[in-house]
Nanobody
Framework: QVQLVESGGGLVQAGGSLRLSCAAS????????MGWFRQAPGKEREFVAA????????YYADSVKGRFSISRDNAANTVYLQMNSLKPEDTAVYYC????????????????WGQGTQVTVSS
């Protein structure tokens, strides 16, 4: 069983920054990629960013390109999401995901999900 624990959410003013972390644990954890998704009130969950564990290729939603950066620490089985120049429309619950069922890592088809961490951006 894999467990994902997110941290780093909170309240920040527009233009500010936050760094989310997602630590994966479980016997023999292995994942070809990990991703971040978010869900705002009344909206469907949407892709934010993903990173391949081998090689480190990264993928971003157009809405966050140039502002967010995803990275990983292989030894610690941890993925990070650095969020800069935050906007009120970034307000959402952010979820970490691991073990994608599709090679298209932007798809909402991962096997394991974290509990989510709230990010609130005030104007």
């Amino acid at each position: 069983q894999v467990q994902l624990v997110e941290s780093g959410g909170g309240l920040v003013q527009a233009g500010g920054s936050l760094r989310l972390s997602c630590a994966a644990s479980g016997r023999s954890f292995s994942s070809s990629a990990m991703g971040w998704f978010r869900q705002a009130p009344g909206k469907e969950r949407e892709f934010v960013a993903a990173i391949r564990w081998s090689g480190g290729s990264t993928y971003y939603a157009d809405s966050v390109k140039g502002r967010f950066s995803i990275s990983r620490d292989n030894a610690a089985n941890t993925v990070y999401l650095q969020m800069n120049s935050l906007k009120p429309e970034d307000t959402a619950v952010y979820y970490c995901a691991a073990v994608p069922r599709s090679s298209r890592v932007y798809r909402d088809s991962y096997e394991y999900w974290g509990q989510g961490t709230q990010v609130t951006v005030s104007s």
